[in-house]
Structures are given as C-alpha cells and as structure tokens.
DNA sequence: GCTTGGCACTCACGACGCGCGAGTGCCAGT
DNA sequence: ACTGGCACTCGCGCGTCGTGAGTGCCAAGC
C-alpha cells in the first residue's frame, strides 16, 4: 500500500472513529479498531502529515485528533463508500409514504420520516408553485357576495381563498366569468397564467373609454376582486416559502456544545425563510448536496452541516428537502437516506 | 398587620424574586428589595413556617429558599394581582392578527405572537370540526374520473380531498348528487350530517332488493366513494389533533438542567397527540388554566407549567391555546397574554 | 526511504482539600 | 410578637496534584 493511499485510509478511519465514538481519536486506538496493517508509530506520522495539510486537527496538545471541516469534506468527497439502505427501511419508506391522503400529508409524512431514518433535524420545502401548472380553477358561490376560489395546481397543491364581492354577481355573470378564468389559466404554467388573467380586470385608467368590458354581465369590480385573489394566490409569496421541521428533539443528541451549536440552530428552524436558504440551492435528480460547516449561507450555523436535494415529480426539482446536524455525523448513511426518501416523494409526485 | 397576612406577603415576593433572578432568595435579600417593614429574622421565622407547610424548599441546607410547585399554585390562586397588557402590546396582536389571510394563517400567527409575547412555547390548536356546522360542500369535476370534494365548515376551515371514481358520472348524476349532498349535509352539525350523509350510501345488503336509489341515475359505487371522503373529512382525526408549535428557541432560556426540563419538551412537541393533553381541558371565556410541574398529565414534563385557555366563535370552546414553559416564569403577565390572544382570535374567528 | 520501537514530554481531567460567605436556626432580650 | 446576636452548615470556587492517554522525535531495522 502506498503512503498516499493509506493516508486517506487513516482519515477515513479517523472520521467514522470520530462519528462513532465523538471522541479525539488516538494513534493506537486507529490500528486497533481498523486493520491497517501498520504500528501505531507510522500512523502518527501519517497524521501530523495530514495535520499539516488541515484535513486534521488535535483539539488541544497531545490528545487525539478529530477531523476538520477540511477533513470531512475530502471525505464525502472521495471516501464515502455507498452505503445502501436496508431493506426493511426501503420498506419502511414507501409503505409509511403510500398512506398519504394529499400533498400536505406526503410533505408532514416525509419530515418525519427522515428525521426518524437520520436521527437529525429534517426539514422539507412544500412544492413551489411556479414550476407547475394550473389544472383547475373553481368558483364556489357561499353567498352572492363571497364566492370561494379554488385553484389546483399540477403538484396536487390546492389554494384556496375566500372573496368578499363588492358587488353582487349573479348566476350568469358568474358563469360567464368562470369559463373567461378557466380559458385564461388551466394548463398555463404559472407566470403565463398570471398574464392572462390580469387581462381579465385591467386597469379602468387604461382602458379606452366605451371598449367592451373582457367579462361582459359582471360588474368590473368584483371581477377585479376574483382576478386580484388568484394573482396573490398564484404569487407564490406564501407557498413559496413553507416548510415543514421536524425531529427537533434529536437536537437533544448534541450534548455538548449547547449555546454554540444548538440555539442558534433553534433559533434558525423558526425563520422559515432562513431554513429554505439553508437546504435550498440543492441538486436533483439523485445528486445531494452536502454543506459542511462553515460552507453554509449562515454564520452562526457554522459548527452545523446541511444534507439537502431536490424532489419534483418527473426530474424537474421543485422543491428540496433535506436534514440538518452536526458536523460530526455519519455522511454515507444520511445521504443514502436523504437520497432516498426524495426518490420516493418525487415517485409519489409523479403518480398524484 | 397580621401574621397570616405577611406570610402570604413573603411568599409573593420570594416567588417574585425567584422568578426574576431564578436564584435561591435569602432573607435579607427580601426585605431589602421589598418594603416588608421588619428584620431579616422576623422573615426567617415566616419561611420557617412557609416550608413546614410546604410552600417552599430550600435546595440544601443554608441556602436561600425556592418555591415549590405548591407554593406557585398558591400564588397564581390567590396571590396574583392582574397584570393588564401594555398599550404597544394590546395594539401589536390587534395588527399583527388583522393581517391573517384565512383561519391557517390565524393560527399560525397565534402561535408567533404568543411565543414572542411570553418568550414561551407557545401551542395553539387548530379549531376543531366537532363543535361546528358545514357551511358548503361542493363536487368538483376534475377528470371523469376525478372528482374534487370541498368541505367548508362554519369554523372557517376548508378541508379538500381528491376522489378517484370506480366509474364515470356524467354531468346530470353529478347535479343530483351535488345537491342531495348539499341538502343532507348544508347547516347541520357535523355528527348530524355524518348521519344524514351516510344514507345516501347505504350498504347494499341492507338495502331492501329493488328499493330506490337513494340518488338516482349515480352508480352507487361513486357515490359511496364522494360520501366517504366527505365521512373521512369529517371524523375529525386528522384535523381534530392538529396544533401549531412555535417558540422552540425559548427553550434556550431553560439554561440549567437541559436533560431533565427540555429534552422531554423537546419530544413532546412533536408528539401533537401529546401536547393536545396538555394544552386541553382548558377553560373558557376569559378562563385560564395554569398547571403547574407535576399537576399535568405527563410524568416527564414535571418541572414544567402549562398555561392554556379555550376560545373559539361566540363563547364557545372550538379549540385550545396556551404555552409551555419552565414552572419558574412570570404567571401574570404569562396568564395576560394568554387570555388577551385567545380573545382577540375568538373575535377575529366571530367575524369571519 | 519507509517503518518501527522506545522514550521523554505535554496537558486535560478528575479527585482532593480548603477557605469564604451567604444563609439558616435558635435563643435571649425587649 | 419582633429583633439582634451568634454559632453552625454547607455549597461554591479555587488551587494543587497525580494519572494516563496521546504525542513528537530519534535512532535502529527492513
């Protein structure tokens, strides 16, 4: 065996040492617990070498070593071996995911799922709106002055809204106005179906004075109202930015290191928008992103690392999910796990 | 003034103490920073016989005196004045809830404000069905083989289900079952229309051969599929143990005993089966209920306090709220803010 | 030139001991 | 019934010290 490669078999062995035990790991334990083949001595040599190229570091003079940010990185890199889930967890995955009545039960489902198969935080971003499309459009008369708009999309989201009419429309006006909406938007993509829609109410101003109203019978008022609910509906400005947490008690498992790892950690999982900073930007299509420390977006986050993809019916990525932890924790297993279980939503995706 | 009457004095202001400094409180710390009038040693006598009764411990021999939960259920029983919320306070839930979209965004909100306002946990129930008649339901036709069914309760809440058919209705079939479920269905409670639903979907073997359909000219098979969903949406299991959490990162502020005091809260918060025992069988209109350590249901959480109350439309009780925290906290401006939001969402939910 | 055994050195950690001081309980005096 | 005085208790912080895991380096060996 080659200096070279053995070197990267003592990190290897350094960092699941590390993982397993969360203690420094020593020179004589290494060949003990992993059979290098080699004295004790010449892994010491091996690892001030590897010290000195800052894959390494010894949390005080003269004890063992634990690997640094640099040191897991190279890790995930070149030395994780792929590591398959068991059958029992596939299992387990697509059984607990089959019973999911909607998208908001896949999304609640999959959170759990994934901080009980990781042991971690898990968080998971509701599909995004603007990569799908409109399916259906409902106008649902409460009384003639509230109607209900439903509007369904491609990735089986439902929103619904509420609308307070200025005026009165009647049956007919309503009619009318529904086949306008549902010619404007169903099968549009988003963006598109925005911009026809607003064609639908346009400005009074604008308007040459005396030209036909888009919506003849309704009064332009209420059907400004409509339109206005289902732009803000579809503006993705709330949706956008859900996202489940959960498996904060596995937060519990940092033991130490309270105030530097796990508050500002807490304080994140509130701040939705950070969260989606944090997991967003991920792969897709089986590739997981993996941030390590001080990688991240996020500077008291720096003693935290990110495992995160993205899912999407087909391969497109609408959304990511992912799990957040320690530094210190077992790479292969968590991406293995995170990789899976977006293979699964995104299965679920493709069937809803 | 009487004995009787300064020992309650005492305990108030050691409750105070403790809870402000969250140190053991000694005599002479007392009457100096209260006005109690008399001599360290008079206090000592009082504390003596406060902790004979057993409203107060002390940790270990000569050290100062803590209350214990007996002492605080004395306390918020009779020795609480009204802590009325500051003007800011009372204008920041009126704003920060009028800006609510539709009854998640209530929620959700709530649980914000509230956690913000005690620097709490904070848990707020979603309303639950039972307590509330169906406004609306409507059939959406998506596919012919689709079918959207949207419940509308008169809580504000909006459940939706996608229905696959056994087989196709054509138009005219649906209208007939549209509107035999809206007039089984609209108005009633829910048990009610539970029943009223479910003989429009008889099961076949009771029915006498060759009786009517209940909904002519339907295949009873889709019928009996649309009326499931609806008996599914309607059982409540899903929605009736719904809760929003928010105000983990208070949980830092638990500072000492971290294993004992937050790693249980931690699990519990994720159990919502759970925490709706805890927060539940909460008094109403204006009623707040304070547990207080080992009075709760949960043998993990006994050194924490639950302070919750119910609130709802009108002066029913469709729902709990209230927060989570350590049995050292400020009961009366806790109880304060708990009882102002849960008033200012029972008149939002009056008027929507 | 790598590897290995040997050896002196370092330093975190836990145990032990000690003095300080806040706080108590009790008693005698008012 | 309250108060001042006084002896007593005991947790806490601090410095000391021995232990042992682990290191770095060197000289010998393959």
Redesign the interface.
């Known amino acids: 065996m080659i200096q070279e490669e053995r070197r990267l078999a003592v990190l290897r062995a350094i960092v699941e040492d590390y993982v397993a035990t969360e203690e420094p790991v020593g020179s004589k334990a290494l060949v003990e617990r992993h059979g290098l083949g080699v004295s004790p001595a010449t892994v010491r040599n091996d690892m001030a070498a590897l010290e000195d190229e800052g894959y390494i570091a010894q949390p005080h003079t003269s004890a063992g070593r634990i690997p640094t940010d640099k040191g897991y990185r190279l890790f995930v890199d070149r030395l994780t071996t792929v590591k398959p889930l068991s059958g029992a967890e596939r299992r387990a995955i697509s059984t607990f995911l089959e019973g999911a009545?909607?998208i908001d039960d896949v999304v609640q489902r999959s959170v759990r799922l994934l901080s009980q198969l990781t042991r971690q935080v898990a968080v998971v971003q509701y599909p995004t709106l603007s990569g799908s499309t409109v399916?259906?459009v409902?106008l649902?008369v409460?009384t003639p002055e509230r109607v209900?708009v439903?509007l369904?999309l491609s990735s089986g989201r439902?929103e619904?809204?509420?609308v307070e009419l200025p005026a009165a429309l009647d049956e007919e006006a309503l009619a009318t106005l529904r086949s306008r909406v549902l010619h404007a938007a169903t099968g549009q993509r988003i963006a598109e179906a925005m911009e026809a829609l607003a064609t639908l109410a346009p400005d009074p101003e604008e308007l040459p004075h005396g030209a036909p109203s888009p919506v003849p019978g309704a009064d332009p008022r209420s059907v400004a109202a409509v339109v206005d609910v289902l732009l803000e509906a579809m503006s993705d400005e709330?949706s956008d930015q859900r996202v489940a947490v959960?498996?904060?008690?596995n937060?519990?498992r940092f033991g130490d290191s309270?105030?530097t790892a796990?508050?500002p950690l807490?304080?994140a999982?509130?701040e939705h928008v950070v969260l989606l900073k944090l997991i967003g930007e991920a792969g897709s299509g089986g590739l997981v992103t993996v941030r390590i420390g001080a990688e991240g977006p996020i500077e008291q986050l720096s003693s935290t690392s990110v495992v995160s993809t993205g899912y999407g019916p087909g391969s497109q990525s609408l959304a990511s999910l992912g799990i957040v932890g320690p530094t210190r924790m077992d790479y292969p297993s968590t991406m293995a796990a995170v990789r899976a279980v977006a293979g699964y939503v995104s299965r679920i995706l493709d069937e809803g």
Chains 1, 2 share one sequence.
């Open positions: 009545v909607d399916r259906h409902e649902v409460l209900l439903v369904i439902v619904q809204r509420v709330r959960g498996g904060a008690a937060l519990a309270f105030d796990v508050r807490l304080e999982l509130e």
